[in-house]
């Protein structure tokens, strides 16, 4: 069952439609998009696998670039654009329903500033995912596309220098970087993601440019307390 959510934000209240037995906004999703760094010559932006919408509802808030999000649930999708009605955001949010590996039917090559994604953490396992519900299933697990696909798309996207921005699971760092070197895009800052000081890195926020130099920055740790799963 759907409901209506308000949740502030810069100073400013934003209203955002979910259904809690699917999958609820996480502090990922908050993580990432304060993670991103728009420029006043920014003017296109899309998220792939837009979810609920929440990432292109907050980074309305820090540009006045035009924001599109790519979903392949339609359901959700849905959600999304009942969120961003109820904004009054129209004019500068666009969701389109469709699967990101054939993302060239939707947009033209390399016509977007930056790309980011909260994409699935976990390749697909059958056995561990029999008892999930399937909105669930698509957001965690590798299902409708593996990590390669999902850069391969964000390469034919992004304008030679524009910026992708992710965040991902810790363990898959190494697979990650080498992926994103295949297909061009540069890691130039990372910050890893703690709950406190006692634990593990679980997650990482990356930037990577297309076609970068090849200078990395470590950023400062960054720690959280509590973070909501999916």
């Given at each position: 069952m759907e409901k209506l959510q308000q949740i502030t934000y810069q100073n400013q209240s934003i209203f955002i439609y979910e259904n809690p037995e699917w999958f609820t906004t996480t502090t990922d999703s908050v993580l990432l998009s304060e993670f991103i760094s728009v420029h006043l010559r920014d003017q296109k932006i899309i998220d792939l696998g837009s979810g609920v919408g929440i990432i292109p509802l907050l980074l309305a808030f820090q540009t006045k670039a035009q924001i599109y999000g790519l979903e392949i649930q339609r359901d959700v999708l849905e959600l999304s654009k009942k969120s961003v009605k109820i904004n009054h955001l129209e004019d500068q949010i666009h969701l389109i329903e469709g699967d990101i590996k054939e993302s060239m039917k939707y947009f033209k090559?390399?016509?977007?500033?930056?790309?980011?994604?909260?994409?699935?953490?976990?390749?697909?396992?059958?056995?561990?995912?029999?008892?999930?519900?399937?909105?669930?299933?698509?957001?965690?697990?590798?299902?409708?596309?593996?990590?390669?696909?999902?850069?391969?798309?964000?390469?034919?996207?992004l304008k030679p220098k524009g910026r992708f921005y992710m965040i991902h699971r810790t363990s898959r760092f190494i697979e990650i970087l080498e992926v994103l070197k295949q297909y061009q895009l540069e890691p130039k800052k990372i910050q890893l993601i703690y709950h406190n000081q006692e634990k593990e890195s679980e997650l990482f926020l990356l930037e990577a440019s297309k076609y970068g130099k090849k200078?990395?920055?470590?950023?400062?740790?960054?720690?959280?307390?509590?973070?909501?799963?999916?």
């Open positions: 090559p390399e016509s977007f500033d930056i790309v980011l994604s909260n994409p699935p953490y976990f390749p697909y396992n059958e056995d561990k995912v029999t008892n999930e519900d399937l909105h669930k299933k698509y957001a965690r697990h590798e299902i409708t596309i593996t990590f390669e696909q999902l850069i391969m798309q964000v390469q034919k996207l200078e990395l920055r470590i950023l400062p740790p960054l720690f959280i307390e509590e973070r909501k799963e999916l």
